[in-house]
């Protein structure tokens, strides 16, 4: 693993965080003393990095509805029940099921033949056996003024996108947003496919999902960069080219999942829940360490070390561990769905999803008033800050439908660290998390979850009216179109009623 933060700096800094706590309220005076034993567990050796290594390497790529999210699934129950927290599937549906098998791809024209590799996006439709052959024309990075220029050509054709390379977390987000309206335009004029050109450096192959979902109809690539910018050299000079793209999926209709749960019954307060999620689920190129099985394990070992210390606060602490995130935050929406009329006590929700890169605040969703009490709860840790929080509302993790339900809601904000270039990406494997970051997260994530069992303050939920009123102060209605969550919220299927 890459050499983050010495033992020695993660003990002083852990010392310092302990060191920095400041006293609080008289009526939560047990709380400090309690938070600050939790986060002390974390200076000695716990399971926390063999159990990565056994989730990535063992288990591997979770696609769900694949053999190795079914593995993973009772995993992740093993490990929480050994560790002595109660724990338990919840089952929830999957609206489809897709998985590749195996996908390739053949660029030809007079004197040209070559195969580069290619991944099938998420939802892509397979071809018929042989494959499916069409013209391979370059639509640019695919604006409306680059589709206007290709007119009627485009029909029938696969449209090949060109792509910057992606270097941050912020270009993961721009790649959404623009993916989503190439494809409308794709689709409107009624192309025969879509290739996108890799964005990641080193050839790296990775998924990203068809916009619209199950209800796409063509098939939809990623092809390795190098091959891409050949081909678009290739038809900048003149050549005709055609694709062949072979795509064997496996497909299905609706189907069941689980969430895995694991739990601290409250003392005094059982009745009112604090989530912290992360989701098992991951794409199957890499083995998923980054996204997401670091912040998987992380939320195993704040379970674990909270019940070895015998720790109970006064409300319910739920661990969550999501299935089906990468496929529309499906398993977050399911729980939702099941826990509806208990939302109304869910404190609440929280989370992790942004791999093994420092903790430096939350997204705090729209909601002015939860700054002060993240800053409340992360006060054991304090000395692991500055902590700077972003009260903006967020789409694109399982905060999202606690959000749609009114739920104060966060999502760790974190240093992209090797995250984007390794996103959904054959290389999102375990050497590139730090290991002694992650220990560091832990801390902070217990902290912050005890916090809330524990303070005495609660925000109120919020209605329909006033989540709409955040989507009309913000661009929260743009990201959810841009994640293909947006229709199911208008019509009523989505968030609260």
């Keep these: 693993m890459p050499v983050g933060t010495s033992p020695l700096r ?3 800094l852990l010392c310092i965080a302990l060191l920095a706590a400041p006293a609080l309220a008289q009526s939560e005076a047990a709380a400090p003393t309690e938070a600050s034993r939790l986060v002390a567990t974390f200076l000695g050796e716990t399971p926390l990095l063999s159990d990565l290594q056994s989730l990535t390497d063992e288990v591997g790529g979770r696609a769900t509805g694949s053999p190795a999210n079914l593995r993973s699934v009772e995993w992740a129950l093993a490990r929480l029940r050994e560790a002595g927290v109660e724990a338990r599937k919840e089952s929830f549906q999957m609206p489809a099921l897709w998985l590749e098998r195996s996908a390739r791809a053949t660029v030809q024209g007079e004197r040209v ?3 580069p590799r290619v991944a099938a996006m998420p939802f892509s439709t397979a071809t018929p056996r042989g494959g499916k052959t069409a013209p391979l024309l370059a639509v640019g990075r695919g604006t409306e003024k680059d589709f206007q220029a290709l007119g009627d050509k485009a029909r029938g054709a696969f449209l090949l996108v060109e792509t910057e390379e992606l270097k941050d977390v912020d270009g993961l987000f721009r790649e959404y947003s623009e993916s989503a309206a190439i494809e409308q335009r794709a689709f409107a004029v009624g192309v025969a496919g879509v290739v996108y050109m890799g964005s990641r450096p080193n050839n790296l192959l990775y998924r990203h999902n068809v916009s619209v979902g199950p209800r796409n109809t063509r098939p939809m690539l990623v092809m390795e960069r190098d091959g891409a910018l050949r081909a678009v050299r290739l038809l900048r000079v003149g050549k005709a080219l055609s694709l062949t793209a072979e795509l064997d999926i496996q497909s299905g209709p609706a189907y069941e999942s689980h969430n895995v749960i694991g739990e601290i019954r409250g003392a005094t307060r059982p009745e009112e829940v604090v989530v912290v999620g992360a989701h098992l689920d991951s794409w199957d190129l890499g083995t998923g360490a980054l996204d997401n099985g670091a912040n998987v394990v992380l939320l ?9 210390l015998g720790l109970q606060p006064a409300r319910t602490v739920r661990f969550a561990l999501w299935n089906g995130e990468e496929q529309g935050m499906q398993g977050s929406w399911g729980y939702t769905k099941r826990h509806e009329a208990a939302l109304e006590h869910h404190v609440m929700a929280t989370s992790l999803d942004i791999g093994c890169g420092r903790i430096t605040g939350f997204f705090t969703g729209g909601r002015p008033e939860l700054p002060a009490l993240v800053d409340r709860a992360l006060a054991p840790v304090k000395g692991l800050g500055p902590f700077t929080h972003v009260d903006a509302p967020v789409v694109g993790t399982d905060n999202f439908d606690f959000m749609m339900h009114g739920v ?14 390794n996103y959904h990406a054959r290389s999102d494997e375990l050497d590139k998390c730090d290991a002694q970051q992650l220990r560091l997260n832990a801390a902070i994530v217990a902290a912050l979850a005890y916090g809330f069992a524990q303070m005495e303050p609660k925000l109120p939920r919020q209605s329909r009216a006033q989540v709409e009123a955040l989507m009309r102060a913000t661009d929260l209605a743009q990201q959810m179109k841009s994640f293909n969550v947006y229709e199911d919220w208008a019509s009523g299927k989505r968030g609260r009623k």
């Design 408 to 421: 104060p809601n966060l999502i760790a904000n974190q240093e992209p660290a090797l995250y984007g270039p």
């Design 113 to 115: 033949s070559y195969t």
């Design 10 to 12: 993660l003990s002083s």
């Design 300 to 308: 195993i070992d704040v379970a674990r070390q909270m019940r070895r």
